[in-house]
């Protein structure tokens, strides 16, 4: 089964930069939607941004929106998520994950429901 593989996790102070590393391997998951979500003990899985696998648009969560920048790296077949003024509400497990490219992006990048090979997680946290 297909998963795919975070990293680039750690402790970071607050107003700080973070990139994390999402490898997507293999050829099963071409013009798949790569999204990156969280998850805050206690709360729901959110998401958080994702890219088109069609024509490369990004979406974001209102929430990082000017903060948060998803970006495809197709020769090393990795999605970065580029994370700076991070705040101590961003701290989260994130994980990456793909959505088939026969759902609308714009519809459902932002929900967990329906994606698939997720990771294991990178633990974020924002703290000084």
């Known amino acids: 089964q297909v998963q795919l593989v975070e990293s680039g996790g750690g402790l970071v102070q607050p107003g700080g930069s973070l990139r994390l590393s999402c490898f997507v391997p293999?050829?099963?998951?071409?013009?798949?939607?790569i999204g990156w979500f969280r998850q805050a003990p206690g709360k729901e899985r959110e998401g958080v941004s994702c890219?088109?696998?069609?024509?490369?648009?990004?979406y974001y969560a209102d929430s990082v929106k000017g903060r948060f920048t998803i970006r495809w790296d197709g020769a090393k077949n990795t999605v970065y998520l580029e994370m700076s003024s991070l705040k101590p509400e961003d701290t989260a497990v994130y994980y990456c994950?793909?959505?088939?490219?026969?759902?609308?992006?714009?519809?459902?990048?932002?929900?967990?429901?329906?994606?698939?090979?997720w990771g294991q997680g990178t633990q974020v946290t924002v703290s000084s």
């Open positions: 293999g050829s099963t998951l071409d013009y798949y939607h």
């Open positions: 890219i088109s696998g069609r024509d490369g648009s990004r």
């Open positions: 994950a793909a959505l088939s490219p026969r759902f609308t992006v714009a519809v459902w990048g932002l929900r967990p429901a329906n994606y698939e090979a």
